[in-house]
């Protein structure tokens, strides 16, 4: 067995996010070929529990970590309680939360994983990227990411390894269907500013002033952000395009809603790498998204999907249209080329490959 044998898995919750579902992924993964692991967060929130204890992957809450006064002490003496060889932790609290362990005496190989592009640098960004003195590797999901820290941080150059995202083949596979007579487009992501969900109901106003028939089906509801959901059903109600947009709380079950699909749209302002545009393409599903950060390396225009300028509304408008007027012929080419292009791409093997290597 590899010499650094028991690795720990660090975030925050085992919500519903995309950084929670690719660790929750790669915890199988290595448990799977031998290692020894666990995973660890610090708020009881349980969306992906399941699929551990369904694998034999142990979950542990942090005791009294919940409280943020006495979180990093806490997560220091369960890190010496453990005596893990290997933590690798995601997302940017729990990543600094790490730093402050290491610092503080104790002593393991600190991997952190950058989830997102950073659009500025503001006092979070200037303690993060300080405190990635203290981490063995930084491990970003983007090329944008792994570029803006070496442009920004170069002194952290040399600790820089991307690896992006997998996608289960197994679970998000190619199903063939005919294409609605009013299509059907799948947006997944959190409802809040950073996803632009505002400026899709301002497209889909043209669009119906065209008389373009659709319908976009949204899934990400979340609690937290209903200040901006309220604002997103107000214009949806103002535009009176409820026949266009439905609103849903996100669900275990995604997997289904990509096969029913034509199409799938992300409008977002920025990215790391998208697991929804990653399973969208997997299964077959072509895509309208932003062109932003490293979304042109999985759609590519004439070949699986459209970009647009998700600051444009004109220019998200004529793209929906312009997709949705894809030949039939011409479709079925997109869906197949997405299928291989995720096979090719975000493949498991992949993916695991990259984690040993860096952990050994």
Known sequence: MASLNKILLFTDSLGAGGAQRQLVGLAIMLKDIGYKVKVATYYDIDFYKQALENNGVCHELIPNAENKKKRIWAVRRFFMKEKPDCIIAYQETPSLIACLTRILGCKFKLIVSERNTTQSIGTNERIRFFLYKWVDLI????????????????????????????????????????????????????????????????????????????????????????????????????YNVQDYISLFPKTKDIHLKYQEADYFCLPSFYEGTPNVICEAISTGVPVICSDVCDNHLYVKEGFNGILFNPNNILDITEKIELILQLDETHYKTYRNNCRGLAERLLNKELFIKRYTNIIE
């Open 139 to 238: 491990v970003p999901n983007s090329f944008t990411q792994e570029k803006w820290i070496k442009s920004h941080y170069p002194k952290l150059s040399k600790k820089i390894y991307t690896i992006i995202n997998f996608v289960d083949l197994d679970k998000f596979y190619y199903v063939e269907h005919e294409r609605r007579s009013v299509p059907e487009i799948l947006i997944v992501a959190t409802i809040w500013p950073s996803k632009n969900t505002l400026g899709l109901i301002e497209a889909i106003s043209l669009l119906k002033k065209k008389s373009i028939k659709c319908h976009f089906s949204w899934y990400g509801i979340e609690n937290k952000y209903q200040d901006y959901l309220g604002k997103c059903y107000q214009l949806i109600k103002t």
